[in-house]
């Protein structure tokens, strides 16, 4: 056997490939409003994820986008179990986390997550091999087999173990960070792993060659993604699916071409035109995103999108648009997706 080598990942899909490897539904998170003091109305309770639906196949990309505010990482931390939904079942391999099946512990070892700040994730005190080897040892390793996984997964992520095992956290640079902490991630041999934000702070040449990493570890080890980030190309180039959040709903959901070619939520087309083009043909001097920055506090009624969007009319203030098909596997909540909705500019088209 070779050290560090994770188990095949045939071995482990108990659900078999069909089963998705995540399934959420209904997941829902507000954040205070817990009855005002003595006895006061309830204020200020954030939706920041507000009843959203989706899933993640076995070896896919999911990416998930959205302007700052709308749900992502509070999403991640759902799945992850890092914070309690309020509402909402969550499938792993086709089983629900916390039941007797798949106890909180394994679904643990299974998901991990990376974050945007690659030191405070890190422990000052420990030195780069005893962070990866951290896990593995709690987990009952010994610990010369914790070493050794450390160094094979040091290896794996471009950090030559000699030269890197025995620095700390600040004696190396904030991509090499980013990649001790995919290190550790890998360390319990999960099957998912959620990044959130983890290539944003880093600089474009640095990201370019963590996010080639990524693809290359995701092959190799049989993993699952979801991907969070600001970044559209960024997102274009990793997901094989997209999730387009806005104010803690689903606005479009589907695989990654259609939505950039033909997005399906008029909110999704003011993001895509929004992304600095290198084609000197598709630049645009409009300013496609006005309107107030959304509020999950107070969200407008019916379509929460409807004060910004250019598609608007009264039915859109009114009714909350359903996940209408666009195309395969695609969906989008707008009312002008569904046929049946009697927007107006359906009638006109
Ligand atoms: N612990 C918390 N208590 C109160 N409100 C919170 C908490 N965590 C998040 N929020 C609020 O929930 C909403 C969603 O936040 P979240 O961090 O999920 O957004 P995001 O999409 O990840 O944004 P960003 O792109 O800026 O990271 C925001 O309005 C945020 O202020
Ligand atoms: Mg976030």
Do not use: W
Not at 54 to 69: D, H, N, P, R, Y
Not at 258 to 270: D, N, Q, R, S, V
């Amino acid at each position: 056997m070779i050290i560090g080598a994770p188990p095949a990942p045939e071995d482990r899909d108990r659900g078999g490939p069909g089963t998705p490897l995540l399934d959420v539904r209904g997941l829902t998170k507000h954040f205070g409003g817990k009855g005002g003091l003595f006895g006061k109305a309830k204020s200020g309770v954030v939706r920041a994820v507000d009843g959203i639906d989706f899933s993640v196949a076995k070896g896919e990309t999911l990416g998930i986008v959205g302007e700052s505010g709308c749900g992502k990482s509070t999403t991640a931390r759902l799945v992850m179990q890092i914070i309690r939904p309020d509402a909402g079942d969550i499938l792993f391999d086709g089983e629900a986390v916390g039941s007797q099946a798949l106890s909180l512990g394994d679904f643990r070892r299974q998901a991990q997550m990376v974050f945007q700040d690659s030191y405070a994730s890190l422990n000052p005190r420990l030195t780069v091999e005893e962070t990866v080897a951290f896990g593995p040892r709690v987990q009952g390793a010994k610990p010369a087999a914790a070493l050794a996984k450390a160094h094979d997964l040091l290896h794996r992520v471009g950090l030559e173990p000699r030269r890197f095992a025995g620095r700390y956290p600040h004696e190396i640079s904030g991509g090499q960070r980013q990649r001790v902490n995919i290190a550790r991630a890998l360390s319990l041999d999960p099957r998912l792993l959620i990044l959130d934000e983890a290539v944003s702070a880093l600089d474009k040449s640095v990201e370019a060659q963590v996010l080639n990493l990524l693809l290359d570890l995701k092959r190799d080890f049989g993993l699952t993604y979801m991907f969070i980030t600001h970044d559209l190309n960024v997102v274009r180039f990793m997901s094989d699916r997209i999730m387009v959040m806005y104010l803690g709903k689903v606005a479009e959901f589907g695989p990654s071409e259609p939505i950039f070619e033909k997005p399906g939520h008029p909110y999704t087309a003011a993001l895509l035109s929004s992304m600095p083009s290198m084609d000197p043909d598709h630049r645009t001097q409009e300013a496609p995103l006005t309107g107030d920055p959304p509020n999950p506090i107070d969200p407008p009624s019916g379509c929460r999108f409807h004060p910004r969007c250019k598609m608007v009319s009264t039915l859109c203030s009114q009714a909350e648009p359903r996940l209408s098909t666009m195309g395969e596997d695609h969906l989008a909540a707008c009312h002008l997706a569904d046929p049946q909705s009697g927007h107006p500019r359906l009638a006109a088209a």
